[in-house]
């Protein structure tokens, strides 16, 4: 650990990364303040400020208060890429190993589910479309398929991120061998199913008769949210899974309900407006939200500014807090599995 340190603080010094923490959150703070949208409800616009501001505070404390804590655990991603991206790969590989159909089987699922919403909402109960911004009706399929696919890819990538050093508890046990991978590679192989699960959205997207747009590149740009947000989150879930192993069941029955807390099945615009804010709070929302818009709305992410700028404070924020709890109880790993 302490090669790792040195090598963290030779590359990027702690002073000039404390500077550019606090740069970056300064213009952050500005950007924040000074953008105004004509059109938006002021109350609520300036509550998004505040939240904003806020949550970018105490993110920017904690990261000077911390730094040293928090910027180990990239640094060790970061050099053992190569090797992050084998294990992922042999993950996948070996997850279907000794069935008949073998990795065909990471893809059925994809398949079955969208003809089975295309079956029942497109043939036996017809779904009226959604209205999409610019007048765009949505065909409900198409809509509800891409709400489904990031959930999808959150629901899996934080269940197997989750269980990483259970899974993989006989590299836990190696001295040699960095345990803080295990969760990536646990969630790069789900991203593997998620490609394709995206590529059958589109394919169902333009046998509705829609035409490619520069606007779809956005997707990318999603799922690297998804990404980034289920691995902060991993990184806690899968140190506490360790000594507190019904937190496995807690979280499926909070996936359970998140999926009908999170607008999936239903449109937003159907509760007061008045109550939005805090269904918009949830940052799976946010991406959620962006896959429909790459599809329907001639808009890029970064119009919906509040939203966009909540999302990466908060993902910030869940990344370096599970940081900072892998790395607490990582030294007792060995011990408890």
């Not at 060790?76 to 991206?85: S, Y």
């Not at 909070?254 to 937003?268: E, K, S, Y």
Request: net charge positive; charged share 15%; with cysteine.
């Amino acid at each position: 650990m302490a090669n790792n340190n040195t090598a963290v603080k030779k590359g990027f010094p702690k002073t000039a990364g404390i500077l550019l923490i606090w740069g970056i959150a300064i213009v952050a703070a500005i950007i924040i303040l000074v953008h105004h949208n004509p059109l938006a409800d002021q109350t609520e616009e300036w509550i998004k400020k505040g939240i904003a501001c806020g949550v970018l505070g105490v993110g920017v404390i904690a990261g000077t208060l911390l730094y040293d804590k928090i910027v180990v655990l990239p640094g060790e991603l970061w050099q053992n890429r190569k090797l992050i991206w084998k294990l992922a790969k042999n993950d996948f590989k070996t997850r279907y190993a000794g069935s008949t159909m073998g990795r065909l089987w990471a893809f059925v699922q994809p398949v079955v589910t969208v003809l089975m919403y295309y079956f029942v909402f497109g043939l036996i109960f017809p779904a009226r479309a959604q209205l999409a911004a610019n007048g765009i009706e949505a065909p409900y399929v198409v809509w509800l398929t891409a709400g489904l696919v990031p959930w999808f890819y959150f629901n899996e990538a934080l269940v197997n991120g989750t269980s990483a050093m259970q899974e993989y508890n006989y590299l836990v046990k190696k001295v040699v061998f960095k345990i803080s991978i295990l969760p990536i590679i646990k969630i790069i192989a789900a991203t593997f199913i998620h490609v394709f699960f995206a590529a059958v959205l589109l394919v169902l997207y333009f046998c509705y008769g829609f035409k490619p747009s520069i606007y779809l590149l956005q997707i990318v740009y999603f799922s690297f949210c998804m990404f980034v947000l289920v691995l902060g989150l991993s990184y806690a879930t899968c140190a506490i899974v360790v000594f507190f192993k019904d937190l496995s069941q807690i979280i499926q029955i909070v996936l359970q309900i998140g999926m009908w807390a999170t607008p999936i099945l239903w449109d937003i615009t159907q509760i007061p407006e008045k109550y939005r804010i805090l269904f918009k709070l949830n940052p799976v929302f946010y991406i959620v939200n962006g896959y429909r818009s790459a599809l329907f709305e001639q808009q890029w992410f970064w119009e919906d500014f509040y939203s966009t700028m909540f999302f990466w404070i908060t993902t910030a924020l869940c990344f370096g807090i599970g940081s900072l709890i892998f790395k607490r109880l990582k030294v007792h790993f060995a011990d408890v599995l």
